[in-house]
């Protein structure tokens, strides 16, 4: 028996021993800087997945290592804006194949997880016909009464005499939950008023850190996903049956019955009625799971609850995009999409600034070298290695101070042309700026759901400063979301809004105490009834 026994140990030794060998001696790799336990193992990326940090991981890893970071064996993440172009915009370049496991079992592929690009393009196409700036058009109507709707859920937490803490997180999830639910299903929700749906949006708040846990470390995945399935067999089950019931009614109307994602995807392409029955009926669960997954509750609510977090703590901001909101213009029925809301600069360059300080996903969107592709690929001057994982950390490249100085600080204004008089290396440094803003990525893999997010965003905090003024919370309540000083590994900014890296960012507060302004409330409730 002791014979065995140091048979096996010898065997662990000899077999550590080789896999320490092969990625710090013998892998392409290994001239690569980064932390030696990212060298040796995915369990560097998977751990801080686990703490949802990786965001800051990765930016302290620059900070350590320089622009290029071996993150994991066979993963290496930049943070210059030539690395961006090489990556995102490259015909070279694939969706690296751990994306697979952000669908759910035996859900078709969606948009964003497709890894065939002429699928990709087929269903990006479709998609992109009903978020396109002309659909949104047609769909605004619905989407301000659903704004109107949260102003309402607002307005009744305007205590004369003892004002409600309003926690924004689960308001700017419902809001986006709602507005998705007509967009995608023509169905409402009404998660803003009625509990009964809100199981959707936390399903997803639950298995985002699990995904994420497959995405960067994807041996875990056999040993994680069976118990994950067994221990929430009840919870997926009801929601499947939730949204299998929506898609069911919604498939059951005539096509055009709605202005709806369905109406719009479901003959994408000129097909016969058989094929449309079978093929593309069962593509409609995978691309409804996905809009719900990338957009509502998640990166939309992110987006407008930091919006609402850096103007409650910066009070130059808050003035001035009041002021904007409240001159132009006469009423809150008036706050559409147009030609006064796009005249609002300053409105964009707030949404803008919180995106970069912000970003919903804050992580690396990896790829990889098409297989299929005979060409090297080179990022940055680098030759890749086949096989090798690269991406950009968009927290880290929009919080790099050779494109954003200062970064830590909100200054909506960087985003303003002729702030200041610019001459030949000003307007160089604005022209990098604006090329390493990617809040949505870029290229045909960039966010389909780009002019849905800008509208809602747009549209939300205008209406929301034209019917009413709003502060943080007083004592301990008003610090719910921000950094605290003394913590460690970058949450340590008082004034920064703490996201939690989860594939898509997950967050708490701000808590807002709201006042309506004068009688302008008189005219909501109009609105509504």
């Known amino acids: 028996m002791d014979t065995i026994f140091q048979y096996i140990v010898c065997f662990i030794i000899a077999l550590f021993v080789a896999v320490v060998g092969n990625r710090l001696v013998i892998h392409p790799l290994r001239a690569y800087p980064g932390p030696l336990l990212g060298r040796l193992t995915n369990g560097y990326a998977g751990w801080h997945a686990i703490k949802g940090d990786v965001h800051l991981m ?72 009903a978020i396109s700036e002309r659909s949104m058009r047609s769909f605004e109507p619905t989407m301000l009464s659903q704004i109107d709707v949260f102003l309402l859920q607002l307005l009744r937490s305007c205590r004369p005499n003892q004002p409600q803490v309003v926690d924004m997180t689960p308001r700017c999830k419902y809001l986006a939950m709602d507005i998705i639910g007509h967009l995608a299903f023509g169905h409402a929700f009404r998660t803003q008023t009625d509990e009964t749906l809100r199981l959707i949006p936390r399903a997803f708040a639950g298995l985002n850190p699990v995904v994420y846990l497959f995405m960067n470390w994807p041996k875990t995945h056999r040993l994680v996903d069976p118990a994950v399935q067994w221990l929430l067999r009840a919870r997926v089950g009801a929601f499947r049956r939730v949204l299998a019931g929506v898609v069911s009614d919604r498939m059951a109307l005539p096509r055009d019955a709605k202005h709806d994602l369905y109406s719009l995807v479901a003959t994408d392409e000129r097909v016969g009625q058989a094929q449309l029955e079978g093929i593309r009926r069962s593509e409609i669960w995978g691309r409804r799971v996905f809009f719900l997954m990338r957009v509502c509750g998640t990166t939309t609510g992110t987006a407008i609850c930091s919006v609402f977090y850096y103007l409650s703590r910066y009070s130059a901001a808050y003035a001035r995009l009041a002021s904007e909101i409240r001159t132009t213009f006469s009423s809150g029925s008036e706050i559409r999409q147009g030609p006064q809301l796009a005249s609002c600069k300053y409105l964009r360059a707030v949404i803008d600034e919180t995106l970069r300080i912000c970003p919903p996903t804050p992580g690396v969107m990896w790829r990889e070298k098409d297989p299929l592709s005979p060409e090297p690929l080179v990022v940055d001057g680098h030759v890749i290695p086949p096989g090798t994982l690269v991406g950009v950390g968009t927290y880290s490249l929009m919080h790099n101070p050779e494109y954003f100085p200062e970064p830590f600080s909100f200054r909506p204004q960087r985003w303003l042309d002729g702030a200041v008089e610019e001459g030949p290396k000003e307007k160089e440094a604005r022209t990098a700026m604006r090329r390493a803003f990617i809040p949505f990525s870029l290229g045909d893999r960039g966010c389909a759901g780009k002019a849905v997010a800008y509208l809602e965003m747009s549209l939300t905090v205008a209406k929301t400063l034209w019917y009413f003024d709003f502060e943080k919370a007083p004592a301990e309540a008003g610090d719910v979301g921000s950094g605290r000083r003394g913590a460690t590994e970058g949450r340590d900014r008082p004034d920064e809004y703490q996201l939690h890296d989860s594939f898509m960012a997950d967050h708490q507060g701000p808590n807002l105490v709201f006042r309506a302004r004068a009688d302008y409330w008189g005219d909501l409730i109009k609105t509504s009834e």
Do not use: C, M
């Open 58 to 129: 990765t930016y302290r890893d620059h900070l350590k290592y320089g622009p290029v970071v071996r993150q994991a064996p066979n993963r290496l993440v930049f943070n210059t804006l030539a690395a961006v172009q090489d990556i995102y915009l490259s015909p070279l370049i694939a969706k690296a194949p751990i994306y697979t496991f952000t669908r759910f079992r035996g859900v078709t592929p969606s948009v964003f997880t497709a890894l065939d690009k002429p699928d990709h393009r087929r269903r990006r196409r479709a998609v992109g016909q």
